[in-house]
């Protein structure tokens, strides 16, 4: 009987093998590919973050030499901060709304779009997941919050009044009509492109 029991197992052995070896060959994927996607994220991070580095020194510059020299457009149009959310970063000016090598560096001015404490509407679009995420929590943004716009000719706050889900071929978000405005606009739901959030703010102050 015992014979027949060793046996018994030994078969059981047998076939539970391939389905072992299955899942180690399933965990060993599923961490690889999660390692890769950590690796990209990180990786993207440190490209934001060095480029941003160099926009805040070239701002500073800038915003000391206000008087005398025009900045360069290539260097950034603003610096964006959000208080609530922590947004601190100096916006590119893309060119186009689907330049993705300017998103790289930070929150991009959409062209053809108002620039800030002008009449129209400020059109500033960010990244929620890659490349330092600047606009991953701007969803908790909520009525009455602050987003302050620093340009060469002063420092404009918008009052956050709504937020809205379009798709992604949606241009109404890009109207020029009405009071002076900013639209914060990224990719929702995070790692996904299905959908557009839209934060809007009206100018409140100038100076």
């Avoid at 992604?168 to 020029?176: C, K, N, W």
Wanted: contains cysteine; aromatic residues 6%; glycine residues 10%.
């Amino acid at each position: 009987m015992r014979s027949k029991g060793k046996h018994e197992a030994r078969v059981i052995n047998r076939k539970r093998r391939p389905l072992l070896i299955a899942g180690a060959v399933l965990f060993l994927i599923g961490a690889s590919l999660l390692a890769g996607v950590y690796l990209y994220i990180y990786n993207t991070n440190r490209s934001m973050s060095r480029a941003q580095s160099d926009l805040m020194e070239y701002w500073g510059k800038a915003i000391n030499n206000r008087d005398t020299e025009p900045p360069d457009l290539h260097g950034g149009v603003a610096h964006l901060t959000i208080p609530e959310i922590d947004v601190d970063y100096i916006v590119v000016e893309l060119e186009g709304t689907d330049d993705q090598e300017n998103l790289k560096r930070g929150p991009g001015h959409v062209p053809g779009t108002a620039y800030p404490g002008l009449t129209g509407n400020v059109v500033i679009a960010g990244h929620r997941t890659t490349y330092g995420a600047p606009f991953r929590n701007i969803d908790l943004l909520k009525a009455g919050d602050k987003v302050i716009v620093e340009t060469i000719d002063g420092k404009f706050v918008y009052e956050v009044t709504k937020q809205l889900k379009v798709d992604p071929g949606d241009t109404s978000v890009l109207s020029q009509e009405g009071e002076p405005r900013v639209t914060l606009s990224a990719c929702d739901p995070p790692y996904s492109a299905s959908k557009r959030l839209i934060v809007i703010g009206y100018l409140v102050q100038d100076k």
